[in-house]
């Protein structure tokens, strides 16, 4: 079999995004065993350094085995049982994904949608909460990577604060680019992906439950129906207990303690600050080149940006030739925009004035 | 946050298993995107050196993206539905785990059990199967980690290949280190975690599907329960039509392929006689310190050797001491073998003549 040589490739897609040197060479550190006290240490300083990130107090805060979508699995699985109400909110593929995933639990999923491209309308959600107090959660997608929608929680938040509806959010695309405020807004489970603001490859979900949410799992009828992903076994391993249930990804959490280490090191602040406005820069080249927006003002995701290219029989055939030929990845369309927009990704290490220069001058010459 | 420096270690326990610089190296590659030609090109690639190692022409053989549990759990869920009859044996932690999965999708779950350090009788299971004709599946672990017994699997799959019962085998800490003959035994799902004896760090699952097993899920009244594990969405992301599912672990997949080319430029029959050789050469020097063992004869595992050090009250001092002055690893029991015996792994990248020298001398320094 031959050398594994692939390209380098700007990646300026909806993830995986560009993942710093730093984090590559500490993903090829030897590994320690999984049950190593010293990489015991290293997952407790994985999982402070993650609830620094979600803004939370959660003790239950922790990277699951698997991509971003195991932690939405592992969000539901573990709240859901068979004949649970659930409200699911839809404006992209994400809030989709939630609905089966709500439905595969057994759960009667009560859905809130709006088109692509538009936010959640809050009143409208909280009235259907109104008519269902006994769901027992409430999931929306805080950045629908589908759209590039950044969706606001806080009146939710407050709203759900004194209810018995837990409130599940998916900041897979949020997380590290955006404030995600777990504690202030009232979250009970948050989960996300290495892949996109945090700029460490696919491989790992970072999730927070809260005390309220644990409660709630304790309280179960019938046992999660995942093994893998069952919250009560996990915490015996990631908590003090230190009990063996699977072996976690040592060197997914080398990678994770890395990119974690870069972020507490720019701060926050700042770094939410890059992506706000480099993403500006980036929408104003893209409009001065005849892009036009699918996410509504206001609600634009400074980590995505959806585009209409200004000629729409070029949409794919410029979108390969951009890869072939610069080697930039940008995203296509998924479901009714496949095939009709781009999103743009400047996640993480991505988003770097230089890359949106790069990309930029590309479109400038092909256009 | 402190600088990522874990100490090396000599990974002589259960798994993980050392590593390759070569696999390391592979892991340090800068990403592609999931959905990028190069990237479907690799994945094509993990895919066919799989069926080589897993000894199948099964179409359906892919990297689960979790770890080996995952793998576990992926196997279940797909082919059980509540009410379905599960035969599953145990002698041992992973057939335990096997039974508490297979409850989990709602199976009424009927047990074969040997002693710890037993294998599984092959006439007694065959007579519960008969007993019990209408078993969804048969399902038992290759290479019990907990035991280190191998548990011959020809006879077992030579009466099933008349039956309508699927033959479900945990291949975790055999693959790659003794044989797997997937289609030769007629075993339909086989799983297993990268490491072990591939030598790559934990955090996908290798498993392969026969065509009676798809056909068998295709026939399902129900839903997949776990849409992350639900191997007919994976199918379209893994198969030709290139589907998004769930982003890829990338780095993971790199490691993987470095990880798969080692073992083909070695040979499987050579990788197999390396560990047959050099565990009857730990062995052997186990018993020259006095060393006894738990693995019935005839059936120890190569890469697993299971062993009573010779006084009892310095299981656990000694197996620390062996961490903290000589930087090996080596396991503890599970289960009611905890504090009670050893656990030395010879897999892959660990099993090799010098390592089997360092332990000997450490041990001959300390007994």
Redesign the interface.
Known sequence: ?IE?T????L?M?P??S??SYRV???????????L?P??MA?MD?VCQ?LRHLFQTQNQMTFPV??????GL?AAL?NLLEPGDTAVVCVHGVFGQ?LT??AS??GARVVNVEAPWGQPIDVQQLIETLQKHPQAKLCAIVHAETSTGVLQPLEELGAYLKGQGTLLVVDTVTSLAGVPVKVDDWGIDVCYS?T?KCLSV???CAPITFSPKALEVVGKRKS??????LDVRLLQKYWGSERL?????????I??L??G??II?EEGLEARFARHRELSARLAQGLAGLGFTFLAKEGYRLPPLTSVFPPQAELVEPLRKKL?SDYGI?VGGG?GAYAGKIWRIGLMGETCRAQNIAILLDALGREL
């Open positions: 079999m594994l692939p390209s380098q490739r990646l897609g993830g995986p560009n993942v590559l060479r500490a993903m090829s550190t030897p590994l320690v065993g999984h190593d010293e990489f290293i300083q350094m085995s698997g991509t971003g979508s195991a699995e699985v994904r089966e995933v595969r639990c992906g892949q490859p696919p491989g046992k999660v129906q995942s093994w893998y063996y249930h699977h072996t976690a990804p040592i060197t997914m080398y990678g303690y890395e974690l280490r507490l890869l990845e998924l």
